[in-house]
């Protein structure tokens, strides 16, 4: 027995024309949950700036929005550079109209054992993770402030932010600080009507991951490791961001949200037999593997 499926892929969950007439920027919306969740913005009348660094992204995720009747575009952007940012801005602003909703996708991660992990390894997920997300919000809200509109701002979590995890010291601890990036822009913004929220995703596999780092596809709903005892399903998490970005959700500011069919509370008394970091990932943490990622600092 398992949580039961969603409606079909396509089903509207708020009327029709809900984001008429906005423009909706999605960092790392060319693949994965970020394409995802714009497609549900675009099926509910949003103009879409899909925003990445590879161009193989910015067409597929424009491809996605187009190929289900909306309307998108594709802008260049790397999002630990703040002036780039601000020109990408432009651009946007320029072509479809000014952002008022923004949805902080882009991430980095990739797992390792601390002791193996170099600073530029640190730096790099950090950047992206936690500086991106604030160069985006900041250059939102300045320019919603500045115009006088309230908007809305959705980034994106995680449930290892709460309690670490092995193998992800730098991006728990970045997860960690959006969480609280959230929490203090949405009081500081609240009186001007803009919106601050979170999503942390559970397992929601796609086929836009390489086939080593999912044991389930889209089709393939079932796990039993997971106490709802299915995976997510992509469309999912974009009827939870659009919810959390329309004006139906207008109390709603400083709130993380987790769509996880609760997974993250699975802790109990009796736990599955614990295997260490670098049992996991097959490395030792020898000196030599010490001394490889000092040596990476130079």
Known sequence: MALRLPPPDG????????????????????????????????????KLAIVSRK????????????????????FA??????????AVF?????ALGPVSVLINNAAGNFPVPAEQMSPNAWRTVVDIVLNGTFNCSHEFG??????????AILNIGATYAWTGGPGTS???????????????????????????????????????????????REDESADDTIPGGRV???????????????????Y?????????????????LVMPEFVPIREQFGTDASKAAVKKARGDRK
């Open 170 to 216: 730098h991006s728990a601890a970045a997860k960690a600080g959006v969480t609280n990036l959230t929490q203090s822009l949405a009081v500081e913004w609240a009186g001007d009507d803009i919106r601050v929220n979170c999503i942390a995703p559970g397992r929601f596999p796609h086929h836009d991951l390489p086939a080593h780092m999912t044991k389930h």
């Open 55 to 74: 161009p193989e992204h910015l067409e597929a995720g424009v491809s996605a929005i187009r190929g289900i009747g909306g309307e998108a575009e594709a």
């Open 11 to 46: 089903t509207a969950m708020l009327p029709a024309g809900t984001f008429a007439g906005q423009t909706v920027m999605v960092t790392g919306g060319g693949t994965g949950l970020g394409k995802g969740m714009a497609k549900e913005f675009a099926r509910l009348g949003a």
């Open 77 to 86: 952007c790397d999002i630990r550079d703040a002036d780039r940012v601000t």
């Open 232 to 250: 997510g399903l992509v469309r999912e998490l974009g009827w939870a961001a659009t919810y959390l970005c329309s004006p139906y959700a207008a």
């Open 90 to 94: 432009d651009e946007i602003e320029q």
């Open 252 to 268: 709603i500011t400083g709130h993380t949200l987790v769509v996880d069919a609760a997974n993250w509370l699975r802790r109990s």
């Open 142 to 151: 300045a320019r919603r402030l500045a115009a006088g509109e309230g908007g």
